[in-house]
C-alpha cells in the first residue's frame, strides 16, 4: 500500500515537472502559437515566416514584392527575414555576389568566361599612357601613368630632372690657413729676389722699392712671431 502512493506520488511529479518544462520552453523559435512544444504543432507564425502543415517555414522574400534592394544590390534570404548586400566591384547590377554573378560589368573590366574580370590596359594593343617616358601601372578596374625612372611630370609632360652641376673647385680653394701664409711668403720671396737684382743694378727707384718691401717683409713677419710668442707666455703663466 505504501509502494503503490510511493508510485503515484513520483508519477505526479514526473507530470508536474513536464509540464513546468513545457511552460518555461514555449514555444518553437517560428511559432507565436503553438498546441504543444514541438515544431510540427505550431497554430501560428512569427512575421518572416508562414504555416505548412502545423510547421512554420521560412519565407524567401528574394524575388518577391518585398525585396526593395537598390539596384546596385542584391537580395540575401535569411531566417526569418532577408538583407540588402552590395554587389562585386565589377559588377554593375547583379543576382548575387562575386563577379560571376553581374548583369553588366564595370567600366574596366570585361566579361571572360562567366565573370567580369579586370581589363590590364597596360598590355592592350593601344598604348595607354601617350609619352615616351611614361609608366602604365594597372590597378584594379582602371590604371595610371607615371613618369620612369629619372623624370618628373611638369604641365602633364614628363620632363628629364634636372640635376644640379657639381661646380669645379678653384685651384686654391681647399687650401689650408697654413698653406696660404706659406705661400704668401713665397710671393713676397720672389718678389724681393726681383727687386734685389734690379736694385743690384744700381737704379735708385728698385733700390727704394726693394728697401721698401724688404722692411714691410721684416715687419709682418716679426710681427706675426712677435703675437705668437706673446700668446704662448700668455697661455703659459695661465697654466702655471
Same mark, same amino acid.
Given at each position: 500500500m505504501g509502494v503503490s502512493r510511493l508510485h503515484r506520488s513520483l508519477l505526479?511529479? !514526473?507530470? #508536474?515537472?513536464?509540464?513546468?518544462?513545457?511552460?518555461?520552453?514555449?514555444?518553437?523559435? $517560428? /511559432?507565436? *502559437?503553438?498546441? %504543444?512544444?514541438? *515544431?510540427?504543432?505550431?497554430?501560428? /507564425? %512569427?512575421a518572416g515566416w508562414t504555416l505548412h502543415n502545423k510547421t @512554420?517555414?521560412?519565407?524567401?522574400?528574394? +524575388?518577391?514584392?518585398?525585396?526593395? =534592394?537598390?539596384?546596385?544590390?542584391? @537580395?540575401?534570404?535569411?531566417?526569418?527575414?532577408?538583407?540588402?548586400?552590395? @554587389?562585386?566591384? !565589377? /559588377?554593375?547590377?547583379?543576382?548575387?555576389?562575386g563577379p560571376a554573378r553581374c548583369r553588366k560589368c564595370a567600366s574596366g573590366y570585361?566579361?571572360?568566361?562567366? *565573370?567580369? #574580370?579586370d581589363i590590364d590596359e597596360c598590355s592592350d594593343w593601344v598604348l595607354a @599612357?601617350?609619352?615616351?617616358?611614361?609608366?602604365?601601372?594597372n590597378t584594379e578596374g582602371s590604371f595610371h601613368c607615371d613618369c620612369a625612372e629619372g623624370f618628373i611630370r611638369k604641365n602633364s609632360v614628363c620632363v628629364r630632372k634636372r640635376v644640379p652641376s657639381v661646380q669645379e673647385k678653384? #685651384?686654391?680653394?681647399?687650401?689650408?690657413?697654413?698653406?696660404?701664409?706659406?705661400?704668401?711668403? &713665397?710671393?713676397?720671396?720672389?718678389?724681393? =729676389?726681383?727687386?734685389?737684382?734690379?736694385?743690384? *743694378?744700381?737704379?735708385?727707384?728698385?733700390?727704394s722699392v726693394f728697401i721698401g718691401a724688404a722692411a714691410a &717683409? $721684416? +715687419?709682418?713677419?716679426?710681427?706675426?712671431r712677435g703675437d705668437r710668442l706673446i700668446d704662448s707666455f700668455l697661455k703659459g703663466h695661465k697654466d702655471s
Open positions: 505526479q511529479c !514526473a507530470l #508536474l515537472w513536464g509540464l513546468l518544462a513545457v511552460l518555461v520552453r514555449g514555444c518553437p523559435d $517560428a /511559432c507565436s *502559437k503553438c498546441s %504543444r512544444q514541438e *515544431k510540427d504543432q505550431c497554430e501560428e /507564425c %512569427r @512554420c517555414v521560412d519565407i524567401d522574400e528574394c +524575388g518577391t514584392e518585398l525585396d526593395n =534592394c537598390s539596384p546596385n544590390g542584391y @537580395c540575401f534570404n535569411t531566417e526569418g527575414s532577408f538583407e540588402c548586400r552590395g @554587389c562585386d566591384v !565589377a /559588377c554593375v547590377g547583379c543576382m548575387g555576389g570585361r566579361l571572360t568566361g562567366s *565573370k567580369c #574580370l @599612357c601617350h609619352g615616351l617616358d611614361d609608366i602604365c601601372i678653384g #685651384l686654391f680653394e681647399d687650401i689650408q690657413d697654413d698653406e696660404v701664409e706659406v705661400l704668401q711668403q &713665397m710671393v713676397f720671396g720672389v718678389v724681393l =729676389c726681383a727687386l734685389a737684382t734690379l736694385a743690384a *743694378k744700381g737704379d735708385l727707384v728698385y733700390t &717683409m $721684416a +715687419g709682418y713677419w716679426l710681427s706675426d
